[in-house]
């Protein structure tokens, strides 16, 4: 380690990653243990960790390779439909293991053979073509699924027969194992001249062309592979399943593939690996959940405490050093709106009339004046006109939420999450490209390793001082994080 | 016999694939111009496989649209007559001329609709430069917005609702235009193509869930036909000219479809916001140089396209029963099939593109043997169209040259 602060964080970075990583897989290691002791428990971390496969090499197709595929999901789904069709047409008296096995390998050479397929046809193709294109592709092959339905089952199912052997325990940890091999199989593939090419190609493909990558071959490699690598996984998961049906090769599928990549961070799959896995199951656990009017109005209290927090931080941020100031300004930005909250959460439901009481309205308009407050201390404030009209935006919002979380309490209105839980990942999804191209993740990864390895240079500074650049050094604006 | 016919028959997507990679290499070793080459190729090596393409490939003659490419089209048309004749001497649309003439008839009505639908989609690629992945939901919405305003708000007739869905459908599609696309021009995206995609793709998603949310799956929405609240006392559900048998109330969406698309090229002919939007399509620094507010075309046409599209669906839930989500995927898939055959950017093109997909699937619907898997196969004929126009012609029928 040099004492520069890029290197310092790639350090730092790989470190606590393979900490998180770590952690993570630990924690589903021994889950099934503790935590998914039903059947039901598995089923779900089974989709969880097959979501997450596609999720991180749907990442290293579209960003990382610049391919933006729509044909994801439905070359898995043709996997497992041909490996189930075939075992069940051809060698019906095979026994489980020779009959799931040959499954399998038809299903996974199928998946290589319509990808790569797909990947000659769509060589000359470029950015909105090429989607264009996959779109229709795992359309039609969904469409073609429901009509052979003599081959096929249709809409309703097909019984995929030869289960693979073993409990649902065993099929859960196989999962995990396909998802640790397949994030390896990504790593060294990013880390490997491939994955410099493939960056290059992602940003000018003239560019990378006249620099001597070899552009079609390797559009062709990167979608042959992850073809590969779906098909594989696909070939397995459905063998852990009962029956096949044609909303394996939907796009409402993929899009939730897309919305957990883009989530995690596009261009980053071991990150839309992990926020497939977080997201499938926050989705699943949401499914039952329904809100009673004062559940909402608890939820957006707690929103606008958070919102609050951001809106008077740069009010806030003040001048003075002093202990007594700094104490001051965290007290009121921190402790103050979760007071507020914990007060009325504690006492309206005692006074009279409950959560839509005149206690509560009183510190509904408490929340308000405290707004209106830290927006004249605005105009104080040392701002340039942008932050402060952002600050200001950024108040108003959680008015909004207020008053409409006011508004259903008061209307006694019942909202049902499990049903409308799909259009807020759908606001989410769009909020974060329109916000945090970067995902949700990445950026606090950044944030708490970017601390970490100040703090390291810190130190070394003060142990070995002259040991290359100081911390304070601003780094190179050029510097771009490694995946 | 039939087995070397088989032969033939799957072998023919091969020598299309040669031709479209062999004859434009040849041509252009050879010095000749390579222009239409690659039509030329795949259509000769899909009518004629190598036997044509070995005469093309040794001759190396000047191409002509007539000879090379209208002539190898209209043998392909014919062979597949034949093979078809040969294969099911039984089937309808063999043995009965007004079958034909009536899907033929009914595929124009429909196409119209979805010539609307493309039109919008293409019209919003010519301006911004962006392939809008939200279009099949506009159409979804529109049509919901209709339903429940002829459910629940309104006893009219539901051409009368259509022009409420279009104000609405505008608004909205600004609104988007100005929430989620405007970053794109104002230089702060980094990949402005990729973002696009992602970002239109994503509120698709969003407002297919809203939807659902708010009606839960449905298998059809049924809403009040045109008929059932007759307009001109218009109220038997079809009627016959001649040999062929027309619905009425697919015949008002098709003149609504039609009158749209006329209603559309007027605006972009004959008002100075129309010719604004067309100088942007044609060159924005220019555009912007005599005094054309970009920012401001792209917001106008991004709710125009959602208006047609939005307007189509309006159109169209009176007269057919309008799955939920299912009708966003079709339509999208459709209008995308359409705008490639028409060439990205071109709107004559997507009103002629739309016309030809109807008919083609109305017909490979109607002859299919099977009628349900032909009904399903419908979007399937437009892959296989879209799959040779990429191969022969990626820049459609009537695309600018770039």
Redesign the interface.
């Known amino acids: 380690v040099t004492g520069t602060l890029p290197a310092a964080r790639a350090a730092v970075r790989l470190r606590i990653g393979a900490g998180l990583l770590g952690a993570v897989g630990v924690f589903f290691a021994v889950a099934p243990l503790a935590v998914f002791t039903t059947g039901y428990g598995l089923d779900v971390a089974r989709l969880a960790f097959y979501l997450a496969i596609l999720a991180c090499t749907w990442s290293l197709l579209?960003g990382v390779a610049?391919q933006?595929s729509f044909a994801h999901v439905a070359i898995a789904g043709l996997a497992g439909y041909s490996g189930a069709i075939w075992s069940r047409r051809m060698f019906a008296d095979l026994d489980w293991v020779a009959g799931a096995a040959g499954s399998i390998a038809v299903g996974t050479a199928f998946g290589l053979a319509v990808g790569t397929a797909l990947g000659l046809?769509?060589l000359?193709?470029r950015?909105?073509?090429f989607?264009?294109?996959t779109?229709?592709?795992a359309?039609?092959a969904r469409?073609?699924i429901?009509?052979?339905s003599d081959l096929t089952g249709g809409r309703l199912s097909m019984p995929v027969f030869p289960q693979l052997p073993g409990s649902d325990t065993a099929h859960y940890y196989a999962l995990l194992g396909l998802l640790l091999a397949t994030l390896a199989a990504v790593y060294v593939l990013l880390h490997s001249r491939i994955g410099l090419n493939l960056h290059a190609m992602?940003e000018d493909p003239d560019a990378a062309e006249a620099m001597g990558v070899n552009v079609s071959a390797l559009k062709l490699q990167v979608i042959a592979v992850t073809s590969l690598l779906v098909s594989f996984a696909g070939a397995v998961y459905f063998h852990t399943t009962p029956r096949m049906v044609p909303e394996n090769l939907d796009?409402?599928l993929m899009?939730q593939v897309?919305?957990f990549a883009?989530i995690g961070g596009?261009e980053h799959p071991l990150a839309a690996a992990l926020s497939a896995v977080l997201l499938t199951f926050l989705m699943e656990n949401l499914r039952t959940v329904s809100l009673a009017g004062r559940q909402i109005e608890l939820l957006a209290m707690g929103l606008i405490a958070a919102a609050m927090m951001n809106f008077l931080w740069p009010v806030l941020r003040g001048t003075g050093t002093g202990w007594l100031s700094v104490a001051g300004r965290h007290l009121v930005a921190w402790l103050a709106p979760g007071l507020l909250l914990a007060g009325w959460w504690l006492f309206a439901p005692v006074a009279a009339g409950g959560y839509h009481s005149t206690a509560g309205w009183a510190v509904a308009g408490g929340a308000v004046a405290l707004i209106v407050a830290g927006g004249a201390g605005l105009h104080r404030a040392d701002l340039s006109p942008a932050a402060r009209r952002a600050a200001i935006a950024l108040g108003l919002v959680p008015l909004a939420v207020l008053l409409a979380a006011k508004l259903i309490a008061v209307g006694q209105i019942h909202l049902?999450l499990g049903?409308?839980r799909?259009?807020v990942?759908?606001?989410v999804?769009?909020a974060t490209?329109?916000f945090i191209?970067n995902g949700l993740f990445l950026p606090v990864f950044d944030y708490f390793t970017s601390r970490a390895a100040l703090r390291t240079l810190a130190v070394r500074h003060r142990d070995h001082p002259g040991d290359g650049r100081p911390a304070s050094e601003p780094e190179p604006a050029t510097d771009r994080a490694a995946p | 016999v039939s087995t070397i016919l088989w032969w033939a028959l799957a072998s023919a997507p091969l020598w299309a694939v040669v031709g479209s990679i062999a004859v434009p290499r040849r041509y252009r070793t050879a010095g000749q111009d390579p222009g239409l080459a690659r039509t030329a190729g795949t259509l000769l090596g899909l009518a004629t496989g190598p036997a044509g393409l070995a005469w093309l490939y040794a001759r190396v003659p000047p191409l002509r649209s007539d000879r090379h490419v209208l002539a190898p089209a209209l043998l392909l048309t014919g062979e597949a007559y034949l093979v078809l004749r040969a294969q099911a001497p039984g089937n309808v649309c063999m043995t009965s001329g007004s079958y034909v003439l009536n899907q033929i008839q009914g595929g124009i009505l429909v196409g119209a609709v979805l010539a609307t639908v493309a039109v919008g989609l293409t019209l919003v690629y010519s301006v911004l430069g962006v392939v809008s992945f939200t279009h099949g939901q506009f159409v979804m919405v529109g049509g919901v917005t209709a339903y429940l305003l002829l459910t629940e708000v309104w006893q009219v007739n539901p051409v009368a609702a259509i022009p409420v869905v279009g104000l609405a459908m505008f608004a909205l599609g600004a609104a988007v235009e100005m929430a989620l696309l405007s970053p794109m021009h104002r230089g702060r995206v980094d990949r402005k193509d990729e973002y696009a995609i992602l970002i239109t793709f994503g509120f698709g998603v969003f407002l297919q869930y809203a939807v659902l949310g708010l009606l839960g799956p449905t298998s059809g929405l049924r809403a009040p036909r045109y008929t059932d609240r007759p307009l001109f006392g218009l109220d038997a559900t079809s009627f016959t000219v001649a040999n062929l048998r027309l619905d009425t109330n697919f015949l008002i969406t098709g003149v609504v479809g039609v009158l749209l698309c006329a209603g559309l090229t007027m605006f972009l002919r004959h008002t100075w916001s129309g010719r604004a939007l067309r100088a942007v399509s044609m060159n924005p620094q220019a555009a912007a140089v005599a005094g054309i507010d970009s920012g401001r075309s792209f917001t106008v046409a991004f709710g125009l396209g959602a208006m047609l599209a939005g307007m189509a669906g309006a159109a169209l839930v009176p007269a057919v029963n309008f799955p939920i989500p299912d009708i966003a995927g079709q339509m999208a898939i459709v209008s995308y099939v359409i705008v490639v055959l028409g060439g990205l950017g071109s709107v004559p093109g997507a009103f002629l593109g739309g016309l030809f997909i109807g008919v083609v699937q109305s017909l490979g619907a109607g002859c299919y043997p099977d009628p349900s898997k032909g009904a399903v196969y419908q979007t399937a004929f437009g892959l296989v169209i879209f799959a040779f126009v990429l191969l022969a012609r990626p820049r459609g029928f009537f695309g600018r040259h770039q």
Do not use: D, H, K, N
């Open positions: 579209a610049g933006f046809l769509t000359r193709l950015g909105a073509y989607a264009l294109f779109i229709a592709f359309e039609v469409l073609v429901i009509a052979e992602r796009l409402i899009s897309i919305a883009i596009l049902q049903v409308w799909l259009a990942f759908g606001a999804l769009v490209l329109r191209p």
